[in-house]
């Protein structure tokens, strides 16, 4: 195939949305900077760009050959249509990577390193330039963090670290290795640590108490100075969330045992700030106010929520520390990853289930914590990196009895036969139903009423917990308890925040955006029922009771990508009279309510139904997961663990069609992103 039909296939493959217009014009452009290149350099580049979208970093040439059904973004298996298109595998096949390698020595377009060219390979890996320089940054600022760790360890006082550990975490007889305390300790001897675990693990008391023996050192040691400490999450949702869990932490400190005591609670930040927020983000464009040449002015940073940090950010994230500033990142490894490209979370802690840890990691951390490490545990050939990630074990949100627990351990481990035992159980806390598509029922019952049916027990309340709930439980709310048009705005702010709270019992979560069992065709049907059924009359765009996402920062008005509001009616003065007015509220953060003008929101969308991605950061204390009728690329093992994880209470499992297959399909499929950030050699 020349270059001429290679373009005309791109534009074909586009026209169908099995490639992005964007790849097909980087290839265009590729041409035009040289019109003799070789067809299958330029096929590579298309593809390359392509896997960006796909939250890839760059192409696996090997990864290609051995299977090229994932190289675009196809359709289900029997939908790919009449009009036989060739596809990748055409293209490549009897190719063997030596082949496509010498295809692509072409120093115009592609480099092996430093340079101009607007692509790089590093040995079966082709990259987009720019992805290629990030991926270098992340591993460079991690590596420059590693290597003062002997430093760090050698300057921390023995006896005091251990005392303090001792007062921040007291013993408990009988109890297995505290976690918790070797986490601290751990990322206390490092400039670059990593605390990772499941919802439930305690990420957020081990980093506060991690703060807390921070600061008492500085503020005792020679310079008694105390850290700048700055907290961040990639969305204004997670930010929020850890604002409230990080301020309740603080302030159920026992700090009596340390040195300085409760003077050290005030040394604490409980303020939490996007990323974006924290770098400086300009307007139009992908740089920041703070960069290498203009760093922050802090010591130590902390990231909640860092599954959901793209290898872009991450890399402008560490070009503004400080080379001095530690950096710690919070997070549960086995969820989701960045929409963006990259899983910077997952690999960097890719080994830390089975530790890897130095005998003298070992060592270090018994003598100043007491905790023994099982041996299991140790490698004398783990990576710099193994030596500053600690992975929390214990679950104290899932007891023994949560069926949402053994659920999301199952889905996590791949293991089918345990997933089907769970279901087999009978977990007071798990659901699952079938949806049809000419048929509401089940989905009414569902997002009405909150299916407490099909839960075994009825879905009673469970000692100490209400059923669970479905839409109508927010929306009764709204209208029992609004005030009288006479009333106060303390008395509406009241108001709105019992709606808030009542809204978070329950959301559906969707794997897709599109389809009937997507987010589009979801909010509709939901909608509908809910009209039926008198809870809302919508008649027009914005109405009573109307839930929304926003989807972009709206540093203006104060909100983030994520932030969940709802359409109230408060009064407004006209004419000498008082009238309701709609207007959109959302939570401060701070325990008040932000009301916003409905025309002022330009990027929302209404949210009966988000997509699991969107859903990250958030909990749920009932959630409902809707599978499609048939798999797709999206539908992986990590999807349906962020979506299971979601719920804090009760979990719906939602099934339409061939449901209960696409489950087990999707628990088998892991996100695998190609990738060089643990390669060294590049």
């Known amino acids: 195939m020349n270059l001429a039909q290679l373009l005309d296939l791109l534009g074909q493959w586009a026209a169908r949305g099995w490639l992005r217009e964007l790849d097909r014009a980087f290839a265009a452009f590729l041409v035009e900077q040289a019109a003799d290149a070789e067809p299958l350099l330029v096929l ?25 059904r994932f190289a675009l973004s196809l359709p289900p298996d029997g939908e790919l249509g009449e009009a036989a298109l060739t596809l990748p595998g055409e293209l490549l096949d009897g190719l063997d990577l030596a082949a496509w390698q010498a295809a692509l020595d072409d120093p115009r377009l592609v480099g092996d390193g430093p340079g101009a060219t607007p692509l790089v390979l590093a040995g079966q890996r082709l990259y987009l330039r720019r992805y290629w320089q990030y991926e270098r940054a992340v591993r460079a600022g991690i590596e420059l963090r590693l290597a003062r760790a002997a430093e760090l360890r050698a300057a921390l006082p023995e006896a005091a670290l251990r005392h303090a550990l001792d007062s921040l975490f007291p013993a408990r007889a009988g109890a297995p290795s505290d976690w918790q305390k070797l986490a601290c300790a751990l990322v206390a001897g490092n400039a670059f640590g990593i605390v990772t675990g499941g919802p439930g693990t305690g990420k957020t008391t081990t980093v506060v108490k991690l703060l807390a023996l921070l600061q008492s050192l500085a503020v005792e040691g020679a310079a008694a100075r105390p850290l700048r400490i700055r907290l961040a999450a990639p969305t204004g949702k997670a930010a929020a ?170 889905v996590n481990a791949g293991d089918l036969a345990a997933t089907r035992a769970v279901w087999q159980h009978g977990y007071a806390d798990l659901a699952r139903l079938s949806l049809e598509a000419g048929d509401n029922r089940a989905l009414r019952e569902l997002v009405v009423e909150g299916g407490g049916r099909n839960f075994p027990g009825q879905g009673g309340g469970r000692e100490g917990i209400d059923p669970p709930q479905g839409y109508r439980h927010y929306l009764s709310v709204l209208r029992d308890g609004q005030p009288a048009l006479s009333a106060p705005p303390a008395a509406f702010d009241a108001w709105a925040l019992r709606v808030l709270a009542a809204h978070g019992r329950f959301q559906v979560l969707c794997a897709l955006r599109r389809g009937p069992w997507g ?130 209470h009760w979990f719906s499992l939602a099934s339409a069609g061939r449901g209960p297959w696409v489950l087990e399909a999707a628990i088998e499929r892991r996100v695998l992103r190609a990738s060089g950030l643990l390669d060294a050699r590049d």
């Open 44 to 68: 590579a580049a298309a593809l390359a760009s392509h896997q960006l979208g796909r939250g890839h970093v760059c192409l696996d040439l090997a990864a290609t050959l051995a299977d090229s």
């Open 241 to 410: 969330r850890l604002n409230e869990s990080i301020a309740g932490a603080v302030q159920g400190l026992k700090l009596d045992g340390l040195p300085a005591g409760e003077a050290l609670r005030a040394l604490i930040p409980t303020e939490v700030t996007t990323l974006h927020r924290l770098l400086g983000s300009r307007p139009d464009s992908r740089q920041f106010r703070h960069h290498a040449g203009n760093p922050l002015a802090l010591d130590l940073l902390v990231v909640d929520e860092a599954s959901m940090v793209d290898l872009e950010m991450m890399a402008a994230l560490l070009a503004a520390l400080p080379d001095k500033a530690r950096l710690i990142l919070l997070g549960d490894k086995d969820q989701l990853a960045s929409v963006e490209a990259g899983a910077v979370l997952g690999e960097l802690c890719s080994r830390a289930r089975d530790g890897h840890y130095h005998g003298s990691t070992r060592d270090w951390l018994q003598a100043v914590t007491g905790e023994p490490i099982d041996e299991t545990l140790l490698d004398a050939d783990g990576l710099a990196l193994d030596q500053a990630v600690a992975m929390l074990r214990h679950s104290h949100r899932f007891s023994a009895q949560s069926g949402i627990g053994r659920l999301a351990e199952a």
């Open 519 to 648: 987010v589009e065709g979801l909010n509709l049907r939901i909608a509908e029922l809910l009209e039926s059924e008198g809870l809302i009359q919508p008649g027009q765009a914005w109405y009573l009771g109307r839930p929304l996402l926003v989807t972009r920062n709206d540093y203006g008005l104060g909100l983030m990508n994520g932030d969940i509001g709802l359409t109230l009616a408060l009064p407004r003065e006209q004419d000498g009279e008082r009238h309701w007015a709609l207007r959109v509220a959302f939570a401060d953060g701070q325990g008040g309510i932000k009301w916003v003008l409905p025309s002022r929101l330009q990027a929302v969308e209404t949210v009966y139904a988000m997509t699991v991605h969107k859903s990250q950061g958030s909990e749920f204390t009932h959630a409902a997961l809707v599978l499609p009728d048939a798999l797709n690329p999206i539908l992986t093992r990590e999807l349906v663990y962020t979506g299971i994880t979601r719920a804090r």
